[in-house]
């Protein structure tokens, strides 16, 4: 049986180089691979909404542009079913159900929500949507029976939410058949690209943390922020030796950089290699590495940047495309929500006449 891929993103901003090394790009791999069944992608607005509820104009005016950062770095509407979780009803459903399956203390030993509460604020002011936003994203998960789902790091314990659901399920209604698939992760082999440094070399790229470069940013917007990006704080002249462990340049090179660059844009070295090695023994500025990474990341951004201006000829194509597919993801989601209510005892339909 070919699988069932279902992934997505918060539409709080554009998507950013964390977001492609992360997950974008083996989205962008299993797509042209073909091999599945249904391909979803989520502009999960209900879940942004759950620390912007007093920003709705926000969340809203977002959706188109990461549904024009999705095709414009490759992802193809064609092949994927690109929806917006609030046009789906049935998932919020499929979340009442799933919230008497899991615990208060559960949501609050979940990693990434203490990580994120933290960072919001909220230790005196939690939203409840905020913490109830794990089963949500279950329920995304769950609803259209997904097999796997290429995600960040940070999202994995997400994912083990899911998972306990299937078997809570299971375990308290018994199904004759089966009703929910246990999903699967696919997540980068590179821990470090699991979740990408930002440009302060402190936290991961983030939106919210204003240490992105986006996948929309122009050339002399990309130029500015990579000459202010953390190298290493000791390498203070050109002839001191450099650390490339917590050097977010090196990181991105790592993430981007390929053999072709050095012959375009660094013919002094042969690889990323002769240039880390350069730069550990001294005698190799950080200025020099950062005008190479600047070209290495225009040679990725270019294109993207081509196709998002014909994006921006085509809105209202986009907008009923995004329509059109909620439609259907409902329609999808509909079918395994009625599995699952037969399941619990709660088709009331067997009593009419």
Not at 17 to 46: C, P, V, W
Not at 212 to 225: F, G, H, M, N
């Amino acid at each position: 049986m070919k699988d069932i891929i279902l992934t997505g993103d918060r539409p709080t901003g554009n998507l950013h180089l964390g977001h492609f090394i992360g997950s974008l790009k083996k989205r962008i791999e299993l797509q042209n691979e073909g091999n599945y069944e249904k391909y979803y992608i989520m502009i999960a607005d209900t879940q942004a909404l759950t620390d912007n509820a007093q920003r709705v104009d926000k969340v809203k005016n977002n959706i188109i542009q990461v549904a024009i950062d999705y095709i414009s770095a490759g992802i193809d509407p064609k092949k994927v079913n690109i929806f917006i979780q609030s046009m789906v009803s049935e998932l919020h459903e499929f979340t009442s159900y799933f919230m008497n399956l899991v615990t208060l203390s559960r949501l609050q030993r979940n990693p990434t929500i203490k990580e994120e509460i933290k960072q919001r604020g909220f230790e005196t002011s939690l939203p409840i949507g905020f913490i109830n936003y794990p089963i949500s994203q279950a329920a995304d998960i769950l609803a259209f029976g997904t097999t796997i789902a290429p995600v960040g790091g940070d999202q994995m314990p997400m994912f083990e939410q899911a998972r306990e659901i299937v078997n809570s399920f299971n375990n308290t209604y018994k199904p004759q058949e089966e009703v929910f698939v246990m999903p699967k992760a696919i997540v980068s082999e590179n821990k470090l690209f699991q979740r990408l440094p930002g440009l302060d070399g402190k936290l991961k790229m983030s939106k919210s943390a204003g240490n992105s470069i986006y996948l929309c940013d122009d050339e002399a917007t990309v130029r500015e922020k990579v000459m202010k990006a953390y190298t290493d704080a000791n390498h203070l002249k050109v002839t001191d030796p450099g650390q490339i462990e917590g050097n977010v340049v090196f990181t991105y090179l790592d993430a981007f950089c390929r053999e072709e660059h050095f012959a375009r844009f660094l013919p002094e070295y042969e690889n990323l290699d002769q240039l880390k090695e350069h730069y550990r023994r001294g005698g190799l500025g950080d200025v020099k590495v950062k005008k190479f990474l600047v070209n290495v990341l225009e040679d990725f951004l270019a294109p993207i940047r081509e196709r998002r201006k014909e994006c921006l000829n085509h809105i209202d194509e986009i907008y009923n495309m995004l329509f059109e597919n909620s439609r259907l993801a409902s329609i999808d989601a509909k079918e395994r929500l009625e599995k699952m209510k037969d399941a619990m005892g709660l088709n009331y339909k067997k009593f009419l006449k």
